[in-house]
């Protein structure tokens, strides 16, 4: 996460320097190195920020794998993520990131990848606001991809059967074997132990493989 102090002395999310963020991931990768003594190989930025100079620095410190990508976000500035923070700067465009890994530079960045987290088509497009939403992907992709999508959310509230049907919807998509979803430290618990639940039903119908990214890289490419 970029946070810093603003003039009023509080903290906020500060993405608008874009040197700071990158000084900030040097020396997160300074860290990692002196506590566990290795390099850290898989990294998410905060704030599901992201830009072509944090990836390239992400390599330059060592990095394999990103995993910020969150597959049809809009782009949102962080004073609406944090208002009355002072907050700055913009959460990038996600609507075109592709479903699966990928190398976003192989020539200047061998083996690094790109490994966006898992989204499922919409499918209420009886609501006005999917119809909006359907055509801003369509602009903001060239019409590569028509259909909004949402987010594969451990911690959010679904009805069981709902979430287990998206879950499969996601599963299903030809572009990759499987998913990758972020559980997050501030979420609903009984919704992570709820996601998980339904992910073990799944389990009984189809064989379902936890793995580290490099491993999950190696599955989706081959």
Request: charged residues 25%.
């Amino acid at each position: 996460h970029a946070n810093d102090r603003g003039p009023d002395g509080r903290w906020r999310a500060n993405y608008a320097d874009e040197e700071a963020v990158l000084r900030n991931v040097d020396d997160a990768f300074a860290s990692f190195q002196e506590v566990f003594g290795r390099t850290c190989r898989s990294v998410r930025m905060g704030d599901m920020w992201t830009s072509k100079a944090c990836l390239r620095r992400l390599y330059e410190c060592g990095a394999l794998y990103d995993l910020t990508l969150e597959s049809g976000r809009r782009p949102r500035s962080f004073a609406s993520v944090y208002p009355g923070t002072g907050s700055k700067g913009w959460r990038p465009s996600m609507v075109g990131a592709p479903l699966a890994p990928y190398q976003p530079d192989r020539k200047d960045m061998p083996g690094f990848w790109v490994a966006p987290l898992a989204s499922y088509p919409r499918s209420d497009f009886h609501n006005p606001r999917m119809l909006l939403l359907s055509a801003y992907s369509g602009v903001a992709t060239g019409f590569r991809r028509r259909r909004a999508r949402q987010m594969l959310r451990p911690q959010d509230y679904y009805p069981r059967e709902t979430r287990k049907a998206w879950i499969e919807a996601a599963l299903a998509e030809g572009e990759q074997p499987g998913f990758c979803f972020a559980i997050r430290n501030f979420g609903d618990a009984a919704q992570i132990e709820q996601f998980l639940d339904v992910l073990m039903e799944i389990a009984k119908e189809r064989p379902l493989k936890f793995c580290a990214p490099a491993d999950y890289i190696s599955l989706a490419t081959a």
